[in-house]
């Protein structure tokens, strides 16, 4: 009996099978670190301006009245209190924009409130629907519960 041979082609559709799929492993795995370091420089920010509107609230008496009056006292004393960030922070700057809002709307951007200094991000749907291809533990999480 004959055996049956095996010709270039199928070898060649076998190796290029198996790059394409290393490379789209290598790809996903990319693309959810991105996102990852994002999340975590989020959270980051938004841990940092939390301690700085309660140090803000113990040396004045008072919660600031807005994120921008926060960074203009974080300039004017930057030897006391070294803590400044941009406005325009947010989870994603593609997704949201960068106002500050008084009401929680999911309009994108932080929330703030100035009568008990609440600072959140202004996203009320789960992180997967603003990012389709994030697969990390935080897929399903609310970004304004953080």
């Not at 949201?96 to 008084?102: D, F, L, V, W």
Request: charged share 25%; net charge positive; proline share 5%.
């Amino acid at each position: 009996m004959k055996r049956p041979k095996i010709g270039k082609s199928f070898y060649v559709f076998v190796i290029t099978t198996l790059l394409l799929f290393i490379a789209g492993v290598l790809l996903v795995s990319n693309i959810n670190r991105s996102y990852r370091s994002r999340i975590q420089g989020a959270k980051a920010m938004l841990m940092f301006s939390r301690r700085s509107i309660h140090l803000f609230a113990e040396q004045n008496g008072r919660f600031p009245d807005s994120l921008h009056e926060l960074n203009e006292y974080g300039k004017k004393f930057p030897d006391k209190i070294s803590w400044y960030f941009p406005p325009s922070e947010s989870i994603s700057g593609k997704l949201s924009n960068s106002r500050e809002h008084s009401v929680l709307d999911g309009t994108g951007g932080l929330y703030y409130n100035s009568k008990t200094g609440e600072l959140k991000f202004n996203l009320t749907r789960p992180l997967r629907s603003y990012w389709r291809f994030c697969l990390g533990e935080k897929r399903d999480k609310i970004p304004a519960d953080w």
